[in-house]
Nanobody, 123 residues
Framework: QVQLVESGGGTVQAGGSLRISCIAS????????MGWFRQAPGKEREFVAF????????DYTDSVKGRFTISRDNAKNLVFLQMDSLKPEDTALYYC????????????????WGQGTQVTVSS
């Protein structure tokens, strides 16, 4: 069992930066692939980024490539999403998710989810 808690969300002006974090409980964190997803009001949850269990493989949705960076610290059970050059369209509730097995950009494949942290980008 893995429990996830996100933090670090807030309101930032367009062009600004924010780093959100997710801390996981349990001793098996380092064996889980991790993902970040987001959901804006009235829209479906969408993939943002994933990172493999050792951190050697990452990928991003096209709209955030070059602006967002996912990373993890297995010693501290943490995964991060550094968000730079933020745009109003990045406004959403951001979720951290975990799964055993290979990285994947599909929400249905993830077994554990946090409650989300709100990111609001003002224009």
């Amino acid at each position: 069992q893995v429990q996830l808690v996100e933090s670090g969300g807030g309101t930032v002006q367009a062009g600004g930066s924010l780093r959100i974090s997710c801390i996981a409980s349990g001793r098996t964190f380092s064996s889980h692939s991790m993902g970040w997803f987001r959901q804006a009001p009235g829209k479906e949850r969408e993939f943002v980024a994933f990172i493999s269990y050792k951190g050697g493989r990452t990928d991003y949705t096209d709209s955030v490539k070059g602006r967002f960076t996912i990373s993890r610290d297995n010693a501290k059970n943490l995964v991060f999403l550094q968000m730079d050059s933020l745009k109003p369209e990045d406004t959403a509730l951001y979720y951290c998710a975990a799964r055993r097995g290979a990285t994947i950009d599909r929400a249905y494949a993830y077994d554990y989810w946090g409650q989300g942290t709100q990111v609001t980008v003002s224009s």
